[in-house]
């Protein structure tokens, strides 16, 4: 049987992965500077990790939603502590899209709207509700998935954001706080607050779609905590399982109060999804990863605005994006293929999109400055 045929990608297959490197079957061994869009924020394979999913495994790996699960509440417990938020209930799901599906889902039965404003150049995921508010997949959109009817604007462009919150039609606003598939543009703190203001006074739901740029890849826990703001919805995914498919919507209860059956899944939330996931914020806290991001992430920015042909370094802490004088795609290739470093695309076909584990050190950035300036020289005298 194929594999059916969606996905352009490298004739590479690592087999293991240990912090920032992935090996393949010759024991090559790769920087991993992408960790497979955004996904890897304490490293492959770290040890913490591994005995956590080992030893639950052994124990229970599984089952579903109608049982007791204490795991789910020390993860929500940890959750709330380690992002430093109050009021919100958890909805554990197992990926983005799903999250932000059911994040749009829960806007429209709070207040039975069914316009969604959302920015342009976003991306919120592929499922019928996600694709339909995500601005970079316009041509993934088969007709079945025509069930929203989302305004896209700018993210610059705050007093005409606010002017169509105002409308009062809409049943929310989703918002990535730093985008990531758009491009790594971000949103200003000033203008969050202001949309919040705006939501409070129409009853929109305000989501924050923080799967990529959440869980202390921007160097706070959330991206949009610049600005002292609670959203409504805050969905996540990516790096909160380190690669174990989980992830989650986090709602004002007070607000958006839950109602049986409203909202389901089999698999979300299950024992080794929600150990995965204690081990991720085990390991960001003990290693202090939020801090290093913010620290690291600023002497990657430093690097990246030195090398030739660079034009500007966008994002915070370790979501960067060091946008070219020229299209990206084939330098990318031969860094993978020549130089054994993995860095990301975006719908910006200058920018290089650099999404490391949460914990790389200064010998990582050396090994990273080495190879890209390689890669540039490379591609520059051909
Ligand atoms: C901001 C954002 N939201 C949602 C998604 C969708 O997540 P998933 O691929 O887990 O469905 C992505 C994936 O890249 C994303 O970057």
Redesign the pocket.
Known sequence: MNIYDVYSFYPVAPIRGQGAYVYDGQDQKYLDFYGG??VISIGHSHPHYVKMISEQVQQIGFYSNSIKNPLQLELADKLEKAAGISGYDIFFIN????A?DNALKLASFHNGRTKVIALQNS????TSA?INVTHTGKKHQAPINHGLTPTYLHFQDTETIITEIHKGDAAAIII?AIQ??GGLDDISAEALIAIRTACDDTDTIMIL?E???GYGRSGTFFAFQVADIEPDIITT??GMGNGFPI?SVLIKSDKIKPAKGRLGTTYGGNHLACAAGIAVLDVIKKEQLIENSQCIGAKLSEILAKMPGVKKVKGRGLMIGAEFEFPVAAMRKSMVLDHFLFTGSSSNSNLLRILPPLNINENHLDEFESKLSAGIQNHISQ
């Not at 991306?123 to 592929?126: C, D, S």
């Open positions: 869009h955004a990926s983005g899209a799903e932000n991306f919120h995921g592929r996600a990535e990531g598939v779609d799967v990529q740029c995914a990516k992830g």
